[in-house]
């Protein structure tokens, strides 16, 4: 069974749990910094979930593996990157789940702003007037 240790954060929104290795202060800090900026362009957000595991077995460029998942009203947003470094990990994880966010965000604007017309396949029965 595979050691898991979860720090909790200052903002209850944020769960951040490490996988093989111990969480380090400056790690939770640098989570909770990160994390913070993607909270900054969504307000619907439920809960953000950053797992970091440490695979000894894993090539040594690609031994830390950080993975998000995004609760959001809708699809939720899940990425994972691969980094021989928890923080460069993390980094990268965060700048991708921006990423995802922004993508969303410009998605729905853009859907809003441009509206398109629905076009009905079968003809519409007439209705007479009495």
Request: aromatic letters at 2%; a negative charge; hydrophobic letters at 35%.
């Amino acid at each position: 069974m595979p050691t898991s240790q979860q720090i909790p954060s200052s903002d209850s929104r944020i769960i951040v749990r490490c996988a093989h290795f111990e969480i380090t202060p400056a790690l939770q800090t640098a989570a909770d910094e990160k994390t913070s900026r993607l909270l900054r362009h969504e307000e619907q957000i439920i809960r953000i979930r950053i797992d970091i595991e440490h695979d000894r077995t894993r090539n040594p460029g690609h031994a830390f593996v950080a993975k998000g998942h995004i609760e959001i009203r809708g699809p939720d947003l899940i990425a994972s990157v691969e980094s021989n470094e928890p923080l460069a990990a993390l980094d990268s994880l965060i700048d991708k789940l921006d990423s995802l966010l922004r993508k969303r965000a410009s998605a729905a604007k853009s859907k809003r702003h441009h509206p398109h017309g629905v076009e009905i396949p079968s003809e519409l029965p007439n209705v007479d007037e009495d």
